[in-house]
């Protein structure tokens, strides 16, 4: 069946540095990929998504690309801020079907 | 994006007792819905899927008499824990498919998340 592997955490990183979090997935067909972010306490906000190969989805200084030859799309911020820290989900979509998701990496930005 | 609410967010219940969490998406019609729990430092477990006036279905291992669904309208599922136990205590998420995504296309949204302590 479809799949979500993403890097195990918790990682920590000091403001201002350099973000990747891998994630990579197996599925038969064509799905759309996201990243969901979670803050302490709440539910999880839709961050980006991609829905085809090479398209790349962006926000709030998140980057992330449709690698269907690697099948990844790895997670990306150029400068991270202490407000960044939560816990970060990939999924996958295939369909009229529930997400699959990755286990989550638990993201602490330290001042 | 699109909104998912869910209400309560926070509720604390009396063994035995029955308590009612309600998903509403507010801006758009969500044929499916999704009921998730999630443990403390967890990912989600999908509890079950909803569908609009048919009934839901329910995953592996998940007491379907125990966590009744009910997806009366397009808008509105709701998720009741029945003679609830401390061990129920828990986050419940719920989330709405919107298909057609005004323009984002087929899009999966979540809710807020809702804490049920039993006491």
């Known amino acids: 069946g479809d799949s979500v592997t993403q890097m195990e955490g918790p990682v920590t990183l000091s403001e201002e540095a350099f973000l990747t979090i891998n994630c990579t997935y197996t599925a038969t067909g064509y799905p759309s990929l996201f990243w969901y972010v979670q803050y302490p306490g709440e539910g999880l906000q839709l961050l980006l998504k991609a829905t085809k190969a090479d398209d790349k989805g962006s926000n709030k200084g998140f980057e992330a690309t449709y690698r269907k030859e690697t099948t990844s799309f790895h997670l990306e911020k150029g400068s991270v801020q202490v407000s960044d820290s939560a816990v970060y989900f990939c999924a996958l979509d295939a369909g009229n079907t529930p997400l699959v998701f990755g286990k989550g990496t638990r993201l602490s930005v330290i001042a | 994006g699109a909104v998912v609410s869910q209400h309560p967010s926070w509720v604390i219940c009396k063994s035995g007792t029955s308590v009612k969490i309600e998903c509403r998406s507010l801006d758009f019609q969500a044929t499916t819905m999704f009921w998730y729990r999630q443990f403390p430092k967890q990912s989600l477990m999908l509890m079950a899927t909803s569908n609009e006036g048919s009934k839901a279905t329910y995953e592996q291992g998940v007491e379907k008499d125990k966590f009744l669904i009910n997806h009366a309208s397009l808008t509105l599922s709701t998720l009741t824990v029945t003679s609830a136990h401390p061990e129920d205590s828990s986050f419940y998420i719920c989330?709405?498919?919107?298909?057609w995504g005004g323009g984002t296309g087929n899009t999966i949204y979540f809710g807020e998340g809702s804490w049920l302590t039993v006491v």
């Open positions: 989330s709405a498919r919107d298909l």
